[in-house]
């Protein structure tokens, strides 16, 4: 069966418990293996594809991730629109820790990374346009699923890709801040450049699970963060249910 709907997991999301398992596929590209098997995951009526980003054991780091493997694996089982989770820090008052958002904007600062399927080995030079690189009708799905469960969001944001895995420096952040970022992740990109030149709708729900760094007097710690990822990802994946089942009417 084509899938149209596929969830990508992060941080926080390599599994999903009490949605019912369905087929796991093993899809091997021409790039490589994809980060997990496709698992297909099945509540209530609503059937849609799922792939930890990281492994089913989160153990590859974002600068190993194969962003190509992985999305056209998706593409190859006809996966037409993708939600993305990413679990990121925020910059800004309006970021705090536990918000969810919905990023309209991103500025890429990753670097050695696969991230085209047009590099000139077929002989032809390819450019997409990527002004807007979300879907609109993806994120306003998002949104108004959030409003439908009277979720507070933010509906909009800028988000840096960062290339880890460490986190920024304080000053890396004031930069981030002046460029305009509000969000700033690992896996972000190219993730979402991938989607578009394989001409998949892609939109990313972002958890904030960290003041970034020098935002607060605090250090940025593991427990801390793994403390928001708990309760946080619990409202990610609800917003991710009533989102799916907005698509799939
Ligand atoms: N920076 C980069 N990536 C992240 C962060 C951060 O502060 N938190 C979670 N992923």
Not at 175 to 204: F, Q
Request: hydrophobic share 40%.
């Amino acid at each position: 069966m084509a899938h149209k709907v596929a969830v990508i997991g992060g941080t926080g999301l390599c599994d999903w418990p009490g949605v019912q398992p369905g087929k796991v596929r093993r899809i091997n590209t021409v790039y490589g293996a994809p980060s997990a098997d496709l698992q297909s995951l099945q509540f209530d009526d609503l059937e849609f594809l799922f792939l930890p980003r990281h492994g089913g054991k989160h153990s590859i780091p974002p600068h190993k991730i194969n962003y190509r493997a992985n999305l056209s694996a998706l593409h190859s089982v006809g996966v037409t629109q993708i939600l993305a989770v990413n679990a990121v820090g925020g910059i800004g008052s309006r970021f705090g820790s536990g918000v969810i958002a919905i990023p309209d904007q991103l500025n890429d600062y990753t670097w050695g990374r696969e991230h085209t399927f047009f590099d000139g080995e077929d002989g032809a030079v390819e450019h997409i346009d990527f002004s807007y690189p979300y879907s609109e009708s993806l994120r306003q799905q998002l949104i108004s699923a959030a409003q439908t469960l009277a979720m507070p969001i933010v509906p909009e944001g800028c988000y840096a890709a960062t290339q880890g895995p460490r986190l920024e420096t304080a000053a890396e952040i004031r930069r981030l801040a002046r460029d305009g970022n509000d969000l700033v992740g690992m896996t972000g990109m190219p993730e979402a450049a991938l989607a578009r030149e394989l001409e998949m709708d892609y939109a990313s729900v972002c958890l904030v699970v960290n003041p970034a760094a020098g935002e607060t007097e605090a250090l940025i710690t593991m427990d801390d963060i793994r403390r928001v990822l708990d309760t946080g990802m619990a409202q990610v994946k609800q917003l991710l249910a009533a989102s799916l089942r907005r698509l799939q009417v």
